[in-house]
């Protein structure tokens, strides 16, 4: 499909003898290929607007068996690709010589294979959209409701990412699917570049859909979050809660804060949420101790299961039976009466305790399963969508949830999961790329990587403790980030450490009025808070950065991410910038700048 936005026009490479083209009906803008296998291509052409053309395909066949591929050439004209989702060992562009095998591409609660290094690692991870994005003007959407499979080959010189449908007894059993649902369904977009085809696939069209309000508590976007992590040994309680928040006055770094708690065992998992009263004895009385040195505890670690009880008459008809564990039931949130029943559970568990907060943690369910509602049995990731739903529906807690799929509108800060993470430097080379990929799906309310050590891991995956360079260098590449986050206490590093960890949260305060500004345009506009440099520069080199990122439209940040480095080449868009020292510099150009470890170089724009 040639983009008639732009001047060149692609070299089609295909025999005529392998299609027919076919005029279906009078309209010059739906036609049709019938293939020699007698499957057929059904294209629907849409010019959108003067700017953007839409084009609708579907591949089918009457044959309940028959498998489809449909693969992009994605180093035609030399041209970049992003991707939308959250993929292991993330780039940004997408790397050509990457090569993956032909795996499922809709199917988000894959987490029991953790435990098994054979799966190690994933393609994709946490935060799933259906989107990828050419540096041409070409964008590529898969919709939601198909059996869907994706691959990559970099097939010499000539890389291709491919889309199929097939049935798949693991993944889309026979049981669940009919043979329309084998209809390959592909959106393509073309205009005259990449950020006029995002701003309308992902900030105006009906296939991604904008926040429609901000999250419940905007404080998260001012002060960081501590994650329970940073308490170190075997006991944890509120004592230790209190004694960690103190060592926070005695190092100088400031309290305001929210203190997440991600252990399981706080809470009591029956037909109703409670506290486990022995780690937590006088809850009221620590929510006021904590406030009193302005710490707002949150972010309750909740997932849709219970403990078997007789205790709720009504409880049978919600849930599913696990066939794994007997002991436990999970709650049928594809049921509106059960979502409901489980948005009143999470709503009393928040104004009981008074606590900020509900963190969604991701979780297994047996596939043998059978929801209510047909579609989540073909789809089990709707249940991810429907999970943060309900979640938000609950009260005036803020959701934090640690996946993200069709979850856009929503108002839930999703916070990026570094699972498949290996090493202190791996975590540093995805972070901006993976925040990148999260903004252009259109998730902008986002805590990045957090700051610090590892979240638990795998079984068979090696890690490595994180050192004093490494974890300044990740605290200054999140201070302009929409959150900041931290599982490690910086004092157990060094005072250097603990000295720079309060300057940048300082620093991420100064700005966080631009942050929640941002946050209140992407609602009303659609623009992202975080944006890749191209989305604010035409020039050429732009396409090709995936170490800096802007801030809107008039900060430019561009952080060190390799050990033993002290300056790095920076690119600054058309106009006129000053950094921190005052020093001024007029774009579009590639500059050298000093870094030592101190440092986080930014720029603003200067306005006239």
């Known amino acids: ?88 060992r993330s780039t940004w562009p997408a790397d050509p010589k990457h090569k993956m095998e032909k795996v499922q591409f809709n199917y988000m609660f ?227 009466a059960a979502a409901q029943f489980y948005s009143t559970l999470l709503a009393k568990l928040h104004n009981d305790y008074k606590i900020d907060s509900i963190w969604l943690k991701s979780f297994i369910f047996d596939r043998s399963a059978e929801f209510k509602n047909v579609l989540f049995n073909k789809y089990n990731s709707l249940l991810a969508t429907k999970y943060i739903e309900t979640a938000c529906h ?23 999961i570094d699972y498949f993470i290996t090493s202190p430097q791996q975590l540093l080379d995805e972070l901006i790329p993976t925040v990148l990929s999260a903004s252009i799906a259109g998730y902008s309310f986002i805590i990045p990587f957090s700051i610090g050590a590892f979240d638990t891991r795998p079984k068979n995956v090696a890690t490595h403790t994180i050192n004093e360079e490494q974890y300044i260098r990740l605290l200054q590449a999140t201070t302009f980030m929409p959150s900041m986050s931290f599982t490690k206490t910086p004092w157990s590093l060094s005072a250097k450490a603990s000295q720079l960890t309060e300057k940048f949260i300082k620093l991420h305060f100064d700005h966080s009025d631009t942050i929640i500004d941002l946050a209140k345009e992407r609602i009303k506009v659609g623009s992202p808070i975080i944006r890749p440099i191209w989305y604010e520069s035409d020039d050429a080199r732009a396409l090709k950065i995936g170490d800096q990122f802007m801030l809107g439209k008039n900060i430019v940040v561009a952080p060190v991410l390799k050990e033993g480095q002290h300056e790095r080449n920076v690119f600054l868009p058309a106009g006129n910038w000053i950094d921190q020292h005052g020093k001024t510099y007029n774009g579009p150009g590639e500059f050298k700048i000093s870094a030592p470890l101190e440092e986080l170089p930014y720029f603003k724009k200067v306005e006239h």
Request: net charge neutral.
């Open 1 to 88: 499909v040639p983009n008639h936005h732009r001047a060149q026009t692609p070299t089609l490479k295909f025999s005529l003898s392998t299609a027919i083209v076919q005029v279906k009906q009078t309209n010059p803008t739906t036609w049709s290929l019938k293939l020699n296998d007698s499957s057929i291509i059904d294209v629907a052409i849409t010019e959108v607007n003067k700017l953007v053309s839409e084009y609708s395909v579907a591949w089918h066949h009457d044959k309940h068996d028959f498998s489809r591929e449909m693969c992009f050439h994605y180093q035609h004209n030399s041209a970049y690709w992003y991707l939308g989702y959250q993929s292991n």
């Open 110 to 336: 894959e987490f029991e294979r953790f435990s098994n290094p054979t799966y190690l690692p994933r393609e994709f991870q946490f935060l799933l959209e259906h989107l990828l994005l050419n540096s041409d003007g070409f964008a590529v959407h898969l919709d939601q409701y198909q059996p869907l499979f994706i691959r990559r080959d970099p097939n010499g010189n000539d890389a291709v990412v491919c889309f199929s449908v097939f049935y798949d007894n693991y993944y889309y059993a026979h049981r669940h699917l009919n043979d329309t649902d084998l209809n390959l369904k592909v959106r393509l977009f073309s205009s005259a570049s990449v950020r006029s085809t995002t701003d309308y696939v992902v900030h105006q069209s009906k296939y991604i859909t904008k926040p429609t309000e901000l999250p419940k508590n905007l404080n998260i976007f001012r002060y960081p979050s501590w994650f329970s992590e940073v308490i170190t040994g075997k006991t944890f309680d509120q004592d230790k809660i209190v004694e960690f928040v103190n060592e926070l006055d005695t190092n100088k770094i400031s309290t305001k804060s929210e203190f997440v708690v991600e252990h399981y065992n706080w809470i009591n998992y029956t037909n109703k949420y409670s506290l486990n009263e022995k780690l937590f004895p006088h809850m009221n009385n620590l929510t006021t101790r904590l406030l009193n040195k302005n710490v707002q505890l949150g972010a309750m670690l909740v997932s849709p299961r219970l403990v078997k009880s007789s205790a709720h008459p009504d409880l049978n008809q919600y849930i599913l039976h696990d066939h794994w564990n007997n002991s436990l039931w999970y709650v049928d949130l594809s049921l509106p």
């Open 394 to 416: 609950a009260s005036n807690a803020t959701v934090i949830a640690e996946f993200a799929y069709k979850s856009q509108h929503l108002p839930a800060f999703y916070r990026l």
